[in-house]
C-alpha cells in the first residue's frame, strides 16, 4: 500500500463510518498488527543504517495524522450517539422548575448606605448613637433654648426614664451625635451620621412619628460657607446626577448660622414641567438643611470657636429615597408588604 | 404671610411686578414662597350704582324692588337682600354683564315683575364667599365707574413662609424692609400720628407681673361707631386671609399686619374701674374667651385683667365679656410686648394658636407697641369717628434699647471665606437698616427690631444672605479617612447572607404595646417586661419601646398574611431598649442593637410545584448556622431550652463563647395566632454586637496534600443527649486528625432500649503531614469510642 498516500485514504473512510463500531473496524484495519503501518514498521528494522531516521520520521508522521484523524472521528461519533439518547431528555428550559430566592435590602438601608459612602469616598467616618437620648444633646448643646418650641410635647416623644430633669426622649434629629462626636473627637472631624429620629406625630401618606435622617459634619481650622456649598453640590451630583444644580436657600436653625436649606434641581423635569409630579412645578426639591456650626454648639461641646469652623447638614432618608424611586406614600416604607420589599432592587 | 402686591405697594416701590423675580427674591432672603396666589377680576361690565328707591314686591315677602342708578339711567331691579338702605352704593350688573364663574345677566321676570339686571353680592363677583347680602360699596365710590377701579384687582399674593427667628417679617413693613434691602429701593413708614384733643386717659395700667409682660401700651377713642369697614380695607384684610367684622377688630387686625404688632380692643365701658391689671390668674379662676369657650385658667398663664376679673388671655385672645359690640362707642386699644415662652406655653396648652400669638411667640418688638398704638388710633378715628385724649398710657416694665455688635472683618472672611470682598461688608449691613460705624471692627447698631441680631455671627448670616448664596464658590474639603467601622462592615455581611438565603429586610416602629408583652407571656419579672414607657404616646400600642423586634416582625408577618401571602421571611436590625442604664453611656437606658428574623412557609429553593422545604426550628437553627459561617463565629454552641414566646421544645438557646446572645426557634402556637399566625413560625434574635464584634485577621492554613480516610460508626445514646454534646465528645478525642464529624441520620424507634437514640456520624481524619497508616486509622478509631462511652455514648450492637 502507498504509504504516502494513506491518511487521505484513511480520512475519506473514517468520515464515512457511519457508527462506532464501523470506525473500530476501521481503525483496526489502518493501524492494527496487519497493517500496511505495522508492517512498515516491522520492515524499518531492515534498512540501511542510514536511511532508517529519515524513513522512522516519515512513518511516525503518517501515523501521528492517521491516529489524530480516528480521534477526531471518534469524539464526532460518541457526541452523535449520545445525542440520539438525549433527544428523549429535552426539557422546556424556559420553564421556572427551580426558584432560588434573594432577599432585598430595605430601601432606606440602601439609600443610607449610598449616601454614606458618597460621604466615606470624600474621607468621611460613619458614626451612630442613641436614639434614647438628653435632652442636652438633643436640645442644649445645639443651642436650643428649654423655651423652643420644638421641645414641646406636640413635637417631642419624652421617655419615663430616670430624673425628669434629664429630659430623657427620643431624639428629634440625628444632630445629637454632632455634639457626642465632637466631646469626644478632637478636631479635624469629618463624619456623617445616619439612624432613626422620632416626632410626635401621626401616621399618614407624608408622615411617619418614626423616620430616618443622615447627619453630616465637618470641623476643621479654615472650613468656610463655600466648603459646605461644594461639598452639598458634590452629593447632589453624585446621588442625583452630574446634571443636577444646586440652591442654597437662607433659613434658620438654632444650631447652625449662616444657615440655608439645600435645593436641589428636579431630576425629573429640570424645572421645566409645571406639573411634574415629583418637584409640584418649582423646578427645585428641597432636600436638605445645613449652616455652619453655630459658635454656641462649639463651646458646648468644648471646642474653641476662635480656632475652628465647621458645617453640618441633615437630610430626610426617606425623601431621599421617595423622590428618586416615585414613592408618594411613606407608608409602603413602614408597612413591610413584601410586594413592596420585592420592588427594592438595589 | 400673605403679601398683597398691591398694597405692599404703600411701603416701597419695587423695581419689578415680575412674579418670578419677587419669588426669586423672597428665597435669596431666606422667606420661603409656600404658594402664589392670582387674584382676578372675574366680572366684566359691573358699575358702581345708587339705590335710589325701595319698595315692597307686591307678590313676595322675601324679596324687594330697587330703583337703580347707573349714572346713565335708572332701571328697577328684583333684589333679595336685605343689608342695605336706600342710598346705598352697589355694584350693579345691566344685562350683558358677565359675573365670577362666567355667569351672564339677562333680564329675568322674577314672581312677575322683570328685573333689568342684578346688585351683586361678594361671592357673585369672585370677591369671597359672602353670600348673606349684597356688597355695599363706600358711600363715596363714584357712580357709573367700572367696579375694577374699586377693587385691588389683579393682584399678586405671595404666601411667605418667615422663620422663627423674623418675627419682624411677618408684617408689610417688615416685608418692605426685606425687599428693599434686597433690589436697593427706598421704603417708607405709613403715617402714624393721630389728630388728638386735649385731655388724659382715665385709663389706668400695673403690670404686676414684669417677667410675663414687657411693655403695655392703651390709647383710648371715645364717641366711636362701630360699623363695616369700608371696601378696600376688607379687601385687603381678605387678601391676608383675615375675616373682616367690623371697623374696630378690623383696624387692629389691619394694624398687626401691617406692623406686626397684634392689638386687642376693649369695650372701655366693660373694663371696671377702667383699670387694667396684667397678672398671673388666680387658683380656680376661669375665663370666656371670644369664642365662647369658658377657660380654666392655670399659673403659668397670663391674663390682662381689669380691677375686677380676667378679660383677657395675654397675647392670644381676649374675653367674651369686654368684646367690642354693635353697640360699643368708647373703645381702649392694647399694644403689649408680651414674654414669648409664656404666650407660647399658653396658647399651645389651650389649644389657641392665632395669628397674635404666632407673632408674640416669636417675639415682637416691645418698641413697636406705641407705633402701633398710634397708628390704630388715627385709622380708627378716620373710619369710626369719635376723638381720642393726647394723653394715653405707656407702661414700661423692661426697657429694650438697641444694642451694639463689634464685627472683626477676619471674622467675616473666616466663616465666608474671600468671596465677600471685605469692602462690601458694611454697605451691605447698612442696606439692611443696621448703623455701622468704625473700620475694623465694625460697630454695628441694632434696631429693637432685630432682635435675632446679638453676635458677630449673627451679622456674618446678615452678610452672607445680602450677598446672596449663589454666589459663593464650591470648594470640597476631604477628611483623613476612615469610612465605614469593622463592626458596620460586618453588620452589612450579616444582611447580605440573610438576603442571600431569601429574607427580606423589613423595619419597623420601636415601639409596642402591652398586648405584645401578654402574647409573648413574658413573666413578671422578664427583662422584655422592663419596658422605657413613652409620656406622651402617639396612642397604646405603641405605649412603650419595644424591647424585642420579634412582636414587630410578626405584626408585619400577619400584615402579609393577611394579604395572602403564605411564605413570609424577613428579618430586622435595629434597637431594643431597656429600664436599665446602658454600658456605652450609663446616662442613657440601655439601647442594644439586635437582629430579628421570622419565617414561615417555604423557604429557600422551590420546585415548579411549590416543592421545598417548610419552615421549622431547623430553617431558624440554619440560618443561624449560615450567619456563624459567614461571620466566622467558631465557639458557638445551640443548647435546648426553653423561652416566652417559643415553642418550648423546639428553642435553642445561641452562645458564643459560653455567652448567651439570643435565641433561635419557633415561634410559640399561642403566640403565633395572637398574631393571626398559623402554622410553624422559625425565629431567631440575636444581639448584634457579638456577630458584628471585629475579630482578628485569619491566615491561610496549607491544605493537606495527604489523604482522607472517611469512616461512619453508629452510635447508640440516651434520647435526651443533644447530638451537639456527642460530636463535641467524639471530635476532642484526636482534635488534629479529624477533619469533620457530621451527623447523618437520627433513628428514635424499635430495635433500642427504651429511652435512647441511635445517631449515625460520619468522620473525615486526616494528617496534615503525613499519609495515615491503618493502624493509626484504628487508634484514631479506637480513642474515638473511648471518648463516646467516656460521653454515656456506646457504639450500637454492642
Redesign the interface.
Known sequence: MDLDHLPETVLSEAAAAPDLAALEAIENEFLGRQSSIAEARRQLGKLPAEERPQAGAQLNAITEKVTTAFRARRAELQHLEADKLLRDDQVDVT????????????L??QTI?EV?DIF?G?????A?G?????GWYNFDALNTPP?H?AR???DT??????DPA?E?L?RTQTSPMQARYMETNDP????VVPG?V?R???IDASH???FYQIEGL?V?EG?????L???L??FAHEYFGPPQRI??????FPFT?????LDVSCFVCDGVGSSCRVCGGSGWLEMAGCG?V??NVFTAVGYDPAKV?GFAFGMGVERLAMVRHGISNIRH???????V??Q?RS | MKVALKWLADYIDLPTNDVETIRTAF????H?VEGVEYLETDWKDVYVAQVERIRAHPDADKIRLCVVNTGQEKVEVVCGAWNFEEGAKVAFASPGAVLAGGFEIGRRTIRGVESAGMICSEKELGLSEDHVGILVLDADAPIGVELSELVARPDVVFDITV????PDVMSMIGVARELAAYFTVPFHLPPVEPQTVEGETDVRVEILDPSGCYRFVAREVRGATVRPSPFWLQQRLRASGVRPISNVVDVSNYVMLELGQPLHAFDLDKVADQQIVVRRPKPGEKLITLDGVERALVDTDLVVADSERASGLAGTMGGLDSEVTDGTTNVLIEAAAWD??TV?FMS?RLGLRSEASSRF?RGVDPNLAPVAAARATRLLLELAGGESPRGWVDEVAMPHIPGTIELPLAEVS????D?VPTEDVAPLLTRLHLQVAGVDPLEVSVPTFRRDLE?P??L??EV??LHG??R??????????????PE?RRR?IV?QT??????????????LGPEDLDSFAYPPEHEARAT???????NDE?GS?RTSLLPGLLR?MR??FS?G?AD????EI??V?F?HP?D??K???A?PERLGFTVTGI??????NGEGRTADVFTATALWRILAAALDIKDAALVATTAPGFHPGRVAQVLVNGVLIGHVGEIHPVTGKAYQLEGRVAAGELDLAVLTASRPDWLLVEPSVYPRVEFDLAFDAPKEMPAAEIVAAVKAAQPDLTESVEVFDEYRGPGLVEGRKGLALRFVVRAADRTLSGDEIDEVRRSILAAAQAAGVDLRGN
Open positions: 420553564l421556572e422548575a427551580w426558584r432560588i430566592p434573594q432577599g432585598r435590602e430595605h432606606i438601608t448606605q454614606c466615606v470624600l474621607g468621611y467616618r460613619v451612630e442613641p436614639e434614647a437620648e438628653l423655651t418650641p414641646l410635647e406636640s416623644l419624652y421617655l419615663d426614664y430616670g434629664d430623657m427620643l479635624p472631624v469629618y463624619v432613626k422620632y410626635n406625630e401621626a411617619l412619628p418614626v465637618a476643621d472650613i468656610t460657607f463655600s466648603d456649598k461644594g461639598t453640590a458634590h440652591r442654597l436657600r437662607p433659613h434658620f448660622e449662616p444657615s440655608a436649606e455652619m453655630h459658635p469652623t416604607l413602614i408597612e413591610n408588604d413584601l410586594r420589599l420585592e427594592f | 428665597a435669596a432672603l431666606g420661603e422663620t422663627p427667628n423674623r414669648p415662652p407660647m399651645r411667640e473666616r466663616v465666608l471665606g468671596d453676635r455671627i449673627d456674618v448670616e452672607a444672605r448664596y449663589d459663593f464658590r464650591e470648594t470640597v474639603p476631604t477628611g483623613s479617612g476612615g469610612g465605614w467601622s458596620q452589612r444582611r440573610l438576603m442571600g438565603a431569601g429574607l427580606h429586610e423589613a423595619l419597623n416602629l420601636s415601639f422605657v414607657r413613652v409620656s406622651n404616646p402617639l405603641l419601646l408585619s400584615y402579609n394579604r401571602q413570609v421571611a424577613i428579618f435595629g434597637r431598649f429600664n446602658w456605652e453611656d446616662r442613657v437606658p439601647q423557604l429557600g429553593p422551590v420546585g415548579m
